[in-house]
């Protein structure tokens, strides 16, 4: 099983409509959790971070995080073509692991917003 | 200011230059990080220096050669390069290295290094 698991798409919405992307982790201490953008060419840009269960909002975008499932989301609400770019989720790994310290990365899914 | 620089943006080297990658912050960060990113793959961590000492370093081959000279400032020392080192080269800093809150990572532009 991969440390942090998503699913590399591509993610076809159409203009305004929400995009879900989704993430797993397997490390059950980890606390911290971000979710990264990155065009093509450009380094990755953070633009969420949730330490703790449910929601957070921020703009058109939403956090949300499930620690009993080690499942983390992020949400996109009238999602516009410039959302294109793929998205990585990113965990930091848990106090007295191998992994603490260190973000680990999904492999990204590609998210495509078609006008 | 919360920006992560990077200089040069783009380097090209033979396999028997040596060159260096320089990154600079001035949030007051105490952490700082290098990645490998390779295309359409996720960043690779190599090193991190927390407080200006190396706290983790991911195996790397001793070509690549990291230096923290003070809080704001961390170089990537590269030498005898081969060309599968050719990758985007990002560094990225974050307040404290930790398990839980005020880690957040902010990652600078990146250098595009192509090694012939």
């Known amino acids: 099983q991969k440390e942090v698991e998503q699913n590399s798409g591509p993610l076809s919405v159409p203009e305004g409509a929400i995009a879900s992307l989704n993430c797993t982790y397997s490390d059950r201490g980890s606390q911290s959790f971000f979710w990264y953008r990155q065009y093509s060419g450009k380094s990755p840009e953070l633009i969420m971070f949730?330490?703790?269960?449910g929601d957070k909002e921020d703009g058109r975008f939403t956090a949300q995080l499930n620690k009993a499932s080690q499942y983390v989301s992020l949400l996109i609400r009238d999602s516009q073509p410039s959302d294109s770019a793929t998205y990585l989720c990113a965990v930091n790994g848990g106090p007295g692991s191998s992994n603490t310290g260190k973000l680990i990365f999904g492999q990204g899914t590609t998210l495509q917003v078609k006008p | 200011d919360t920006e992560v620089t990077q200089t040069p943006k783009h380097l090209v080297m033979g396999m028997t230059n040596k060159k260096s990658l320089k990154c600079e912050q001035h949030m007051g960060h105490r952490a700082m990080y290098w990645y490998k990113q390779k295309a359409k793959k996720p960043p690779e961590l190599m090193f991190v220096?927390?407080?200006?000492?190396?706290?983790i370093n991911e195996s790397v081959p001793s070509r690549f050669s990291p230096e923290c000279p003070n809080s704001s400032l961390l170089n990537l020392h590269l030498h005898a390069l081969q060309p599968e080192d050719s990758a985007l080269y990002l560094c990225?800093?974050?307040?404290?290295?930790?398990?839980?809150?005020?880690?957040?990572?902010?990652f600078g532009p990146g250098t595009r290094l192509t090694v012939l």
């Open positions: 990225a800093s974050s307040p404290q290295l930790l398990a839980g809150g005020n880690n957040e990572q902010f």
């Open positions: 949730i330490y703790s269960n």
């Open positions: 220096y927390s407080y200006e000492k190396l706290s």
